[in-house]
């Protein structure tokens, strides 16, 4: 169990090591940057290789914005599967959706309950 | 001066950043909010019924709550400018751009300022998201009618 923590911090490390080579060696903004990584995620889990990695790091897989892309992605493919063409489409968000719900959640709350302190950069 | 170089001279005088420092931070920050990502999991996965894929939904979830709370207070900010990309990378640099925006436009009222700004900063991992995955699963899609692979 011990170790499950250890690859989480090693993996997510590392992906967030790629992100931080993006931005400074390849000059890329972070908007550049997170793009990139989520297009990355979602043809890894097209390749079928995300899901291992997901097996093996649990949350150092899970919680970088690669796995956004994959989210998508599995999901497309998962009603594609099921349902045909238009199982692309419908399937989408049904992963992801947390995520998605939970940023517009919290950001209409957090507009809501927190005063602004200038820091949007 | 010619285009070509006034970027030669930016080029030189713009001071390179620090490689190894940088990635460094960005390795350790990132690390320790997967970790604590690894415990929101393991939480799920003791006390509900997920399993270790599906555990990831959520944990990013809840992720995002603690990035609401932290950029609220105005501290992920000050993580951000430690941990570069380690704060940016995981879904939490997600959370907190969607979240900053919101609070930021709040001003401009609830309609137009949150609502029409909400994902300024965010919108680009959506929609590259969004399209990539929508291809992805295309061309999977046509190869498996093909019969070159199978789901």
């Known amino acids: 169990m011990m170790m499950s923590f250890v690859f989480a ?8 090591v790629i992100g931080q080579l993006l931005m400074d060696v390849g000059n ?3 908007a550049h940057t997170l793009s990139f990584l989520v ?10 290789l995300y899901e291992p990695l997901i097996h093996f790091a649990g949350a150092g897989a899970t919680v970088p914005i690669t796995s956004f892309g994959n989210a998508l992605t599995h999901g497309a493919m998962a009603e594609a599967e099921k349902h045909g063409l238009v199982g692309v489409l419908s399937g989408m968000f049904e ?3 947390s995520g998605i719900s939970a940023a517009i959640v919290f950001g209409f709350i957090g507009a809501l309950f927190f005063k602004p302190k200038g820091n949007v950069d | 001066m010619e285009k070509e170089q006034y970027q030669q001279l930016e080029q030189q005088v713009t001071p390179k950043p620090p490689y190894l420092k940088n990635i460094v931070k960005a390795f350790f920050v990132g690390g320790i909010i997967c970790t604590i990502g690894q415990a929101v999991s393991l939480f799920y996965m003791t006390f509900f019924n997920f399993t270790e894929q599906t555990a990831g939904n959520p944990t990013v979830a809840t992720m995002v709550f603690f ?20 704060s940016a990378v995981p879904v939490t640099g997600f959370g907190n751009a969607v979240i900053s925006a919101a609070i930021e436009h709040k001003s401009e009222g609830y309609v137009l300022g949150v609502g029409g700004n909400l994902f300024k900063l965010a919108g680009s991992v959506v929609l590259f998201g969004v399209v990539s995955a929508f291809f992805v699963a295309l061309i999977k899609y046509i190869l498996v ?7």
Do not use: R
């Open chain 1, 9 to 16: 911090f090693i993996v997510g490390g590392i992906i967030c």
């Open chain 1, 28 to 30: 890329l903004t972070p």
């Open chain 1, 39 to 48: 297009v990355a995620g979602a043809v890894l889990d097209g390749m079928g």
């Open chain 1, 95 to 97: 992963v992801t959706s």
């Open chain 2, 67 to 86: 990035a609401m709370i932290l950029t609220g207070l105005g501290l992920y900010k000050k993580i951000g400018q430690f941990g570069g990309a380690g």
């Open chain 2, 145 to 151: 009618t093909l019969g070159v692979v199978s789901w």
